[in-house]
Protein backbone atom coordinates (compact mmCIF):
# COMPACT_ATOMS: atom_id res chain seq x y z
CA UNK A 1 0.00 0.00 0.00
CA UNK A 2 1.15 3.29 -1.02
CA UNK A 3 1.40 5.42 2.24
CA UNK A 4 3.03 8.85 3.44
CA UNK A 5 3.93 9.68 6.92
CA UNK A 6 4.53 13.24 7.64
CA UNK A 7 6.79 13.54 11.00
CA UNK A 8 8.63 16.46 13.34
CA UNK A 9 6.01 18.71 13.81
CA UNK A 10 5.55 20.73 17.57
CA UNK A 11 5.27 23.80 19.28
CA UNK A 12 8.13 26.26 18.56
CA UNK A 13 8.33 29.77 19.20
CA UNK A 14 8.52 32.59 16.86
CA UNK A 15 11.85 32.91 15.57
CA UNK A 16 12.74 28.98 15.83
CA UNK A 17 13.37 26.24 13.73
CA UNK A 18 11.92 22.79 12.87
CA UNK A 19 12.63 20.01 10.54
CA UNK A 20 9.81 18.19 8.79
CA UNK A 21 10.19 14.78 7.60
CA UNK A 22 7.96 12.80 5.10
CA UNK A 23 8.68 8.83 4.84
CA UNK A 24 7.00 7.01 1.76
CA UNK A 25 6.77 3.24 1.23
CA UNK A 26 4.96 1.17 -1.13
CA UNK A 27 6.01 2.69 -4.31
CA UNK A 28 9.35 3.98 -5.55
CA UNK A 29 10.14 6.88 -3.95
CA UNK A 30 12.90 8.08 -6.11
CA UNK A 31 10.69 8.54 -9.47
CA UNK A 32 8.31 10.25 -8.08
CA UNK A 33 7.88 14.75 -7.47
CA UNK A 34 7.19 15.41 -4.49
CA UNK A 35 5.55 18.65 -2.62
CA UNK A 36 4.74 20.18 0.81
CA UNK A 37 1.27 22.19 1.43
CA UNK A 38 0.05 23.27 4.47
CA UNK A 39 -3.51 24.64 5.63
CA UNK A 40 -3.72 26.86 7.93
CA UNK A 41 -6.18 26.18 11.19
CA UNK A 42 -9.70 26.22 9.42
CA UNK A 43 -8.42 27.58 6.19
CA UNK A 44 -7.47 26.59 2.86
CA UNK A 45 -4.74 24.62 0.90
CA UNK A 46 -1.65 26.66 0.37
CA UNK A 47 1.27 24.99 -1.69
CA UNK A 48 4.79 26.18 -0.23
CA UNK A 49 7.57 23.59 -2.22
CA UNK A 50 7.98 21.28 -5.02
CA UNK A 51 11.27 19.30 -6.10
CA UNK A 52 11.68 16.90 -8.56
CA UNK A 53 12.47 13.67 -8.13
CA UNK A 54 16.43 13.63 -8.49
CA UNK A 55 16.30 17.54 -6.90
CA UNK A 56 17.86 19.06 -9.03
CA UNK A 57 14.42 21.38 -9.62
CA UNK A 58 13.36 23.09 -6.71
CA UNK A 59 10.55 25.99 -6.32
CA UNK A 60 8.96 27.59 -3.27
CA UNK A 61 6.10 30.20 -3.01
CA UNK A 62 6.93 33.52 -1.93
CA UNK A 63 5.43 33.16 1.23
CA UNK A 64 8.19 30.81 2.89
CA UNK A 65 10.98 31.68 0.32
CA UNK A 66 14.41 32.21 1.91
CA UNK A 67 13.17 30.54 5.47
CA UNK A 68 12.32 27.17 4.41
CA UNK A 69 14.75 24.37 2.92
CA UNK A 70 13.01 21.35 1.13
CA UNK A 71 15.39 18.58 0.57
CA UNK A 72 14.99 14.51 0.10
CA UNK A 73 16.95 11.42 0.48
CA UNK A 74 15.62 8.81 -1.77
CA UNK A 75 17.85 5.95 0.40
CA UNK A 76 16.00 6.83 2.85
CA UNK A 77 12.50 7.54 1.06
CA UNK A 78 12.26 10.73 2.61
CA UNK A 79 11.24 13.77 2.12
CA UNK A 80 12.52 17.07 4.23
CA UNK A 81 11.55 20.83 5.34
CA UNK A 82 13.69 22.68 7.21
CA UNK A 83 11.79 25.66 8.49
CA UNK A 84 13.93 28.46 9.85
CA UNK A 85 12.67 31.67 11.17
CA UNK A 86 9.15 30.78 12.05
CA UNK A 87 6.04 33.49 12.28
CA UNK A 88 2.62 32.73 13.66
CA UNK A 89 1.15 32.64 10.57
CA UNK A 90 3.57 29.54 9.57
CA UNK A 91 0.89 27.78 12.10
CA UNK A 92 -0.52 24.89 9.81
CA UNK A 93 -0.68 21.16 9.79
CA UNK A 94 2.00 20.32 6.80
CA UNK A 95 1.13 17.84 4.36
CA UNK A 96 3.59 15.87 1.73
CA UNK A 97 2.32 15.30 -1.22
CA UNK A 98 3.33 12.95 -4.46
CA UNK A 99 3.55 14.15 -7.91
CA UNK A 100 4.10 17.41 -10.18
CA UNK A 101 0.28 18.41 -10.67
CA UNK A 102 -2.21 16.54 -9.71
CA UNK A 103 -0.98 15.31 -6.13
CA UNK A 104 -2.12 11.45 -6.36
CA UNK A 105 -1.66 10.74 -2.68
CA UNK A 106 -1.01 12.87 0.52
CA UNK A 107 -0.04 12.20 3.95
CA UNK A 108 -2.02 12.44 6.77
CA UNK A 109 -0.30 16.03 7.84
CA UNK A 110 1.68 17.01 11.09
CA UNK A 111 0.90 20.33 13.15
CA UNK A 112 3.33 22.90 13.31
CA UNK A 113 2.45 25.88 16.25
CA UNK A 114 4.22 29.13 16.17
CA UNK A 115 3.39 30.74 19.41
CA UNK A 116 5.37 32.68 22.38
CA UNK B 1 -0.22 35.71 -10.25
CA UNK B 2 -2.50 33.14 -11.44
CA UNK B 3 -5.50 32.73 -8.98
CA UNK B 4 -8.09 31.06 -9.34
CA UNK B 5 -12.24 30.93 -7.53
CA UNK B 6 -14.37 29.20 -5.97
CA UNK B 7 -17.89 29.69 -4.24
CA UNK B 8 -17.89 29.73 -0.21
CA UNK B 9 -20.20 27.21 -0.38
CA UNK B 10 -22.87 24.86 -2.16
CA UNK B 11 -25.75 23.23 -0.82
CA UNK B 12 -27.50 20.26 -2.20
CA UNK B 13 -30.16 17.62 -1.25
CA UNK B 14 -29.38 14.01 -1.11
CA UNK B 15 -30.03 12.59 -4.42
CA UNK B 16 -29.46 15.76 -6.07
CA UNK B 17 -26.78 16.76 -8.55
CA UNK B 18 -24.04 19.71 -7.08
CA UNK B 19 -22.07 21.78 -9.08
CA UNK B 20 -19.02 23.58 -7.43
CA UNK B 21 -17.15 25.94 -10.09
CA UNK B 22 -14.06 26.84 -10.16
CA UNK B 23 -13.11 30.37 -11.76
CA UNK B 24 -9.68 31.53 -13.38
CA UNK B 25 -8.63 33.64 -16.52
CA UNK B 26 -8.70 31.35 -19.37
CA UNK B 27 -8.71 28.09 -17.55
CA UNK B 28 -9.47 26.07 -20.40
CA UNK B 29 -6.20 26.21 -21.37
CA UNK B 30 -4.85 24.32 -18.35
CA UNK B 31 -5.73 21.38 -17.02
CA UNK B 32 -7.64 20.98 -13.37
CA UNK B 33 -7.69 19.08 -10.87
CA UNK B 34 -10.01 18.85 -8.02
CA UNK B 35 -9.67 17.23 -4.47
CA UNK B 36 -12.08 16.50 -1.74
CA UNK B 37 -11.53 16.64 1.95
CA UNK B 38 -13.62 15.59 4.87
CA UNK B 39 -12.89 17.04 8.02
CA UNK B 40 -10.18 16.06 9.70
CA UNK B 41 -8.28 14.13 6.63
CA UNK B 42 -5.99 14.54 4.49
CA UNK B 43 -7.49 16.07 0.94
CA UNK B 44 -8.09 13.27 -1.93
CA UNK B 45 -7.81 13.51 -5.67
CA UNK B 46 -11.11 13.12 -7.07
CA UNK B 47 -10.74 14.44 -10.45
CA UNK B 48 -8.00 15.10 -12.52
CA UNK B 49 -6.61 16.59 -16.42
CA UNK B 50 -10.31 18.30 -15.68
CA UNK B 51 -12.63 15.11 -16.19
CA UNK B 52 -10.36 11.79 -15.37
CA UNK B 53 -11.57 10.17 -12.31
CA UNK B 54 -8.73 8.55 -10.36
CA UNK B 55 -8.98 4.35 -9.89
CA UNK B 56 -11.92 4.38 -7.03
CA UNK B 57 -13.41 7.58 -7.42
CA UNK B 58 -17.41 6.76 -7.75
CA UNK B 59 -18.64 7.74 -11.11
CA UNK B 60 -20.68 10.19 -9.84
CA UNK B 61 -17.89 12.52 -10.14
CA UNK B 62 -17.17 14.34 -12.96
CA UNK B 63 -15.62 17.19 -14.50
CA UNK B 64 -15.44 19.73 -17.19
CA UNK B 65 -13.29 22.82 -18.08
CA UNK B 66 -14.42 25.49 -20.35
CA UNK B 67 -13.56 29.03 -21.22
CA UNK B 68 -13.02 30.99 -17.75
CA UNK B 69 -15.33 28.20 -15.70
CA UNK B 70 -14.23 24.64 -14.74
CA UNK B 71 -16.76 22.56 -12.95
CA UNK B 72 -16.86 19.86 -11.09
CA UNK B 73 -20.29 17.95 -11.06
CA UNK B 74 -21.56 15.16 -8.36
CA UNK B 75 -24.43 13.30 -9.68
CA UNK B 76 -26.63 11.94 -7.21
CA UNK B 77 -25.14 13.70 -4.03
CA UNK B 78 -24.43 11.59 -0.74
CA UNK B 79 -24.21 12.32 2.66
CA UNK B 80 -20.79 11.03 2.59
CA UNK B 81 -20.14 13.79 -0.10
CA UNK B 82 -20.08 16.98 2.57
CA UNK B 83 -17.05 17.97 2.24
CA UNK B 84 -14.36 20.96 1.61
CA UNK B 85 -13.87 20.86 -2.79
CA UNK B 86 -10.67 22.23 -3.80
CA UNK B 87 -9.80 23.03 -7.68
CA UNK B 88 -6.00 23.76 -8.29
CA UNK B 89 -3.63 24.22 -11.28
CA UNK B 90 -0.34 24.54 -12.33
CA UNK B 91 0.82 27.61 -13.84
CA UNK B 92 3.75 28.33 -15.26
CA UNK B 93 4.68 31.54 -13.42
CA UNK B 94 2.84 30.62 -9.81
CA UNK B 95 3.32 27.12 -9.73
CA UNK B 96 0.68 25.56 -7.85
CA UNK B 97 -2.63 27.39 -7.16
CA UNK B 98 -5.38 25.84 -5.74
CA UNK B 99 -8.56 27.78 -5.28
CA UNK B 100 -9.89 28.94 -1.66
CA UNK B 101 -12.16 25.59 -1.20
CA UNK B 102 -16.20 24.97 -1.58
CA UNK B 103 -18.07 23.67 1.22
CA UNK B 104 -20.67 21.14 0.34
CA UNK B 105 -23.59 20.31 2.74
CA UNK B 106 -26.02 17.60 1.50
CA UNK B 107 -29.35 18.90 3.37
Known amino acids: EEQLVESGGGSVQPGGSLRLSCTAS????????MNWVRQRPGKGLEWISYISSSDSTIYYADSVKGRFTISRDNAKNSLYLQMNSLRAEDTATYYCARGRSPYSSWGRGTLVTVSS | SYELTQSLSVSVAPGQTARITCGGS??????VHWYQQRPGQAPVLVIYRDSSRPSGIPERFSGSNSGNTATLTISGAQAGDEADYYCQVWDTSTRVVFGAGTKLTVL
Open chain 2, 26 to 31: NIAGKN
Open chain 1, 26 to 33: GFTFSSFE
